[in-house]
C-alpha cells in the first residue's frame, strides 16, 4: 500500500498538462472561473457561450491572465444539437481532443409554480438538463473510443433542496444529479469518471437579483453556516479535483461546495 501511495506525487496528481477541457457557459461566471482555475492546472480550456463577442473578450482576458495557456472559443447554444456537433467535431479536429467535459451553462427564470409559463419551465428544463444530455452525447463517444474522460456537470444544492419560485430550476438540477449517475453508471467501464459540483449560493449575474435583495441577502447570509455568499474562484478546487488523476476512482459524486448549507436544518 506504501508503495502505491509513493507512486504519484500530489502536484502530478492535479496537473492537467496536456489536457483539454471544454466548459460550457463559460464567457462569465463560475464557467469562465473554471476555465481560469484549469488553465492554471496546466488545462488547454475551450470556452464556449451563445454571444461570440463577450467569448472573444473573456478568451483575451484568460490569455493575457494565464500566460502561456491554451485557450481558444467554441460558440454554440447548448440547447442546439446540430450546432453542438458541429462544434464539438470542429474543436477536436481544430484545437485538441476533449479531455474534461465541464457541463456549466445554465439559467433561472423564477415564477411562483402556479403562475409559472411552459416556457419558463422548457427554457430552463432545455438549458440546465437536456443540454447535459445533447453535449455529453457529442463527447462521450470520443471519450470512449480513446478511453478515458472526465464528465463534470454543475449542479446546484438545488439538486437537494428547493424553495419557492425556482421548481423549474430544481427539477432541472434534481435530474442533472441522476443524470450523472446514470452516465458513471454506464461509461465508468470504458475509463470515464462522471460525476457533479454542487454550488451553494455564489455571486454571479445569475444572482444578482438575490445579492442585491437585502431581506434576501440576510435571509442567505443566515441559512449558510459559513454566513456569506461564495465566490465563483471558491469551486475551482473541487473541479480540479475531479477533472485530474486525484479521482480516477471517483464516479457517480456530487461534490456540494456551499458554505455547510445542506448540512444544516
Ligand atoms: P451566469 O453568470 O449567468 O453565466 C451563465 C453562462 O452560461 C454564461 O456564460 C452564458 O453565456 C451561458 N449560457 C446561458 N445559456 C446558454 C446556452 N443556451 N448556450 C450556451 N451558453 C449559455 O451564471 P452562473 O451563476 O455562472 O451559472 C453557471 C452554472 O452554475 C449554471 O448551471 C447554474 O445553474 C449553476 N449554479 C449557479 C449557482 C450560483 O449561485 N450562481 C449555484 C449553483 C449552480 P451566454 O448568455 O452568452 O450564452
Ligand atoms: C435561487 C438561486 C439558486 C442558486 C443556486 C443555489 O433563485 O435560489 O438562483 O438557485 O443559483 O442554484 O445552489
Redo the contacts with the bound molecule.
Sequence with gaps: MREMLTMTTPPALFDLTGRTALITGSSQGIGLALARGLAQAGAGVVLNGRDAAKLAAACESLRAEVPGARVTTAAFDVTDAAAIEREVARTEAEFAPVDILINNAGI?R?APLAEMTEAQWREVLDTNLTSVFLVARAVAPRMIARGAGKIINTC???SEVS?P??AN??AA?GGLKMLTRAMAVEWARHGLQCNGI?????VTE??RA?VENVEFNKWICGRTPAGRWGQPEELVGATVFLASPASNFVNGQILYV?GGLLAAL
Design positions: 433561472q423564477r446546484s444544492v438545488m424553495r419560485t425556482i430550476y430544481a438540477k454542487g454550488p451553494g449560493y455564489i445569475l444572482n438575490l456551499d
